[in-house]
């Protein structure tokens, strides 16, 4: 897909961002399409009424409420919007797609990796809920549904669904079992306290999730069966790459660790999540805690010998799955970590790392004194910016796609490696 994007121009300007602040009333969600030609931002036109703005080019029709916008592989901007007392999702330059059903309300809509399969959650007028995959509903609908767990190819869903209603002024409701995963809209058999951390194995015909089965118990339920070991906690599992195992952190006496199908594969620490497998599956990266405020990563159990005292966040590996890299903070500065080293620069913020696709660099967005840069390899870009989205890297690696604002302006801007 990136091949065709325009690696050759330099610097374009695609739209007058100030301009629309004098045009409208408010804008929401300004987001550019991922090869940075288009624009586009959920506008006010006149008083309590929306519309969308591409690249300067307003639609014509109007709604009464607008919002999560998004962009699919192919640049077109899709977003939910509300008129005649109707939710509907759109798609195109021009609004031109329509799903033909419509909602009472909609909301958290999910893409599929590819972006070809779109879900959301919804509700009918009779206050049922459900999830609906590409115009597709649910045919059984439930009183409560909360999320949108979608398949890696994007064919099938699953969601946490409430199967019992409150009762009014029941204080007791809460400690029964209420709550189960429907797949497909088809619920498990077995209920649960509580649920979250939802996922489907690769292929699609697996979900885990982690359960509540009493006050004080909870472990990881497969295809609507518990594991036969119980923890004091647990997080969100995942599933061991091309396969039905399932890898999550837990809760023991002896400390928190990470557990496959029950049983411990980790060494104990203070704290363990965010656990990732590499894209190769043979490794195993999460951050932990050794103690408060000694926050590090560790691979295959094995902890880096940097600790950082605030925040370590997700760890990303680089396809060839040879590099991690985290962003972390630490005497409230912030700064990108690879294998276990710190970059030299810090900042006030950081974005998540991106890799080239060889894996041998790492850019990002950071901010600091309330301008925005692109770092490559720990090194600061020379422009400042007034905002700045994810940079992206062209195929072979050598060229940076920089979508920013700047002096009001949004500009799509194309660097090499050593223009940075």
Partial sequence: MRESWDWETKNKVIANINEWKEKFIDIRELTPSPDGEKIVGIVQPETRK?????????WEEL????????????NEPICLGYADYQWNLIIGDKGETRWENTF?????????????????????????????????????????????IMSPDGQRTASRVQINPRRELDIFWIYEKNYTIAVDGIPWDNSFMSIYGGVFSDDGNHVAVCVMTDLTKYTIAVDGKTWDKEFGGCWEPVFVPKSSDVVAPVQTPQGWTLVKNGDPIWPYF????????????????????????????????VPWKNIFNQMV????FSSDSKKVAVVVKHNNKWTVVVDGNSWEAWFDNVWDPVFSPTGDKIAVR???????????DGKVGKEAY?????????????????????????LRKVFSINEI
């Fill in 386 to 410: 007034d905002w700045l989205w994810d940079p992206v890297f062209s195929p072979d690696g050598s060229k940076i796609l920089v979508r920013c604002i700047k002096d009001g302006k949004y």
């Fill in 366 to 376: 950071a901010e600091k004194e309330g301008k925005y840069y692109v770092v490559v």
């Fill in 104 to 148: 009472d309300m909609a909301w958290n809509l999910t893409l599929s990796p590819d972006t070809k399969s779109i879900a959301i959650n919804f509700r009918t007028p009779e206050m049922t809920q459900g999830v609906c995959l590409n115009d597709q509903p649910w045919e059984n609908l439930f009183i409560e549904v909360r999320d949108v």
């Fill in 313 to 316: 966040l997700d760890p990303h």
């Fill in 50 to 58: 929306f519309t969308l703005c591409v690249n300067g080019e307003t």
């Fill in 63 to 74: 709604f009464d409420r607008m919002y999560s916008l998004k962009f699919n592989l192919d």
């Fill in 270 to 301: 203070l704290q363990v999540w965010k656990q990732k497998f590499s894209p190769d599956g043979g490794k195993i990266a999460a951050v932990i805690a050794l103690a408060p405020g000694e926050w590090t990563v560790a691979i295959d159990g």
